[in-house]
């Protein structure tokens, strides 16, 4: 059993209000969805480098782990398979980061005008370097004045705020990659129910006073049905835009 206690650590964390604070300085679309998905997510740096676009179902909300990156003297930056055979995970995240994700591919496909589902999410062609990451956060550190915690401190601000909204240890374990029980069938299906719940959490958290009504669903509706045929891939480049620009135009004004 994982002991709740275990989370909590000595190093610098931030809640939510301090993060806003930070992300509002946060200028670049590429790195606003990068530090988003580490605090909202709890990646590890290495996973977030090493995400391809074939990683993000937009669809179905679902961020899978299976690589990361790694620094080898004389090779570089690499991608390598994760830390353990537990950091093979998979991710639900909440609406919110689903929509900025998705606005940041659809720019990242109009920039390339071509499938982009082998492209890293982050860097494109290239994968963003270890050391262009820390010298970007250092920046934004600075410049919003917040306090010095490092890039590892994303994921025990994550740990920390689901630990605050749910005593379910076993799956923010299994969100983290950190669970070292052994995983059966059985579990899988309770698993990611139970996983899809805590990233429920965070969406209430973080839209709490927000209303649903007809014409939200209308376009909630509207916009899956656009991503699906955005996501297929069998479109020319002219049928492409056209579909994105509706896409566009309906986030906008609704």
């Known amino acids: 059993m994982v002991d709740k206690d275990n989370f909590i650590s000595k190093q610098i964390t931030w809640n939510l209000s301090e993060y806003n604070n930070f992300i509002s300085?946060?200028?670049?679309?590429?790195?606003?969805?990068?530090?988003?998905?580490?605090?909202?997510?709890?990646?590890?740096?290495?996973?977030?480098?090493?995400l391809r676009w074939d990683n993000i179902d937009l669809i179905e909300s679902i961020i899978t782990i299976d690589s990361s990156a790694s620094k080898i003297v004389g090779r570089g930056q690499v991608v390598k398979a994760p830390k353990t055979k537990k950091s093979y995970r998979t991710i639900y995240i909440h609406e919110t980061l689903k929509k900025e994700l998705l606005n940041y591919y659809i720019s990242e496909k109009i920039k390339y005008n071509y499938n982009i589902k082998n492209h890293f999410v982050f860097g494109g062609i290239k994968?963003?370097?270890?050391?262009?990451?820390?010298?970007?956060?250092?920046?934004?550190?600075?410049?919003?004045?917040?306090?010095?915690?490092?890039l590892h401190g994303f994921r025990h601000s994550h740990a920390t705020m689901l630990l605050e909204l749910t005593n379910d240890i076993y799956n923010v374990s299994k969100r983290l990659g950190h669970d070292n029980m052994e995983t059966t069938e059985?579990?899988?299906?309770?698993?990611?129910?139970?996983?899809?719940?805590?990233?429920?959490?965070?969406?209430?958290?973080?839209?709490?006073?927000?209303?649903?009504?007809?014409?939200?669903?209308?376009?909630?509706n509207l916009q899956k049905m656009l991503l699906q045929e955005i996501t297929k891939g069998v479109y020319n480049s002219d049928e492409n835009n056209s579909i994105m620009a509706i896409y566009e135009y309906i986030n906008k004004v609704m």
């Open 25 to 50: 300085y946060v200028d670049d679309e590429v790195y606003r969805n990068l530090f988003d998905i580490l605090y909202f997510c709890g990646l590890r740096k290495g996973e977030v480098l090493s």
């Open 127 to 150: 994968m963003i370097s270890f050391s262009t990451l820390d010298r970007r956060f250092k920046r934004y550190k600075e410049k919003s004045k917040a306090s010095d915690m490092n």
């Open 186 to 220: 059985i579990y899988l299906h309770s698993n990611s129910k139970a996983q899809k719940d805590l990233s429920d959490r965070i969406e209430d958290e973080i839209q709490r006073n927000i209303s649903t009504n007809s014409f939200k669903t209308l376009k909630d």
